[in-house]
């Protein structure tokens, strides 16, 4: 049981003070390139899972995500604060947090929809390869130069 709890706790300690130290990463790098390699991170380690049955490398994959989500969420926050009107910018974060908020449910039952028809390490390589392929399309279609609403500024 102490191991379970071990695991378990290891993703939001990591994030939780991850997030003080990659949050301002975003004001010195590429913030894409920092949502990119978060998501990415993510992957890697839900595919650790899927091939793993050891406690120590589970610590190390419980690892990985929680500094892949300090990586991305500061910075997914901060491009919407720097491209949005201060006036609109608490619905732009509702906004934000409504459509991410819904993926969050949205991929809770179509996981277990594959874990019930394919088995739980279906569920985790098709969570893995969404995750990689959204971070991939971060690389892709975000770019490093911030238009903020109302002065122009370049990373």
């Known amino acids: 049981m102490q191991q379970v709890c071990l695991v378990a706790g290891m993703y939001p300690i990591v994030c939780g003070i991850g997030q003080l130290f990659t949050g301002k990463l975003g004001d010195i790098y590429c913030k894409k390139q920092l949502i990119t390699a978060g998501m990415l991170l993510q992957a890697v380690a839900l595919f650790i899972i899927t091939i793993t049955a050891s406690f120590w490398v589970d610590i190390i994959a419980m690892v990985l995500p929680?500094?892949?989500?300090?990586?991305?969420?500061?910075?997914?926050?901060?491009?919407?604060?720097?491209?949005?009107?201060?006036?609109?910018?608490?619905?732009?974060?509702?906004?934000?947090?409504?459509?991410?908020?819904?993926?969050?449910?949205?991929?809770?039952?179509?996981?277990?929809?594959?874990?019930?028809?394919?088995?739980?390490?279906?569920?985790?390589?098709?969570?893995?390869?969404?995750?990689?392929?959204?971070?991939?399309?971060?690389?892709?279609?975000?770019?490093?130069?911030?238009?903020?609403?109302?002065?122009?500024?370049?990373?």
């Open 66 to 155: 929680g500094a892949g989500t300090a990586l991305l969420y500061p910075n997914f926050l901060n491009i919407i604060a720097e491209n949005t009107h201060p006036h609109q910018r608490a619905q732009s974060m509702s906004i934000f947090r409504f459509w991410l908020d819904s993926g969050y449910v949205i991929g809770a039952v179509l996981s277990g929809i594959i874990a019930e028809q394919f088995g739980i390490t279906a569920a985790f390589v098709a969570v893995a390869i969404k995750t990689a392929t959204a971070g991939l399309l971060a690389e892709v279609r975000m770019c490093c130069t911030t238009k903020v609403f109302w002065k122009s500024q370049v990373c």
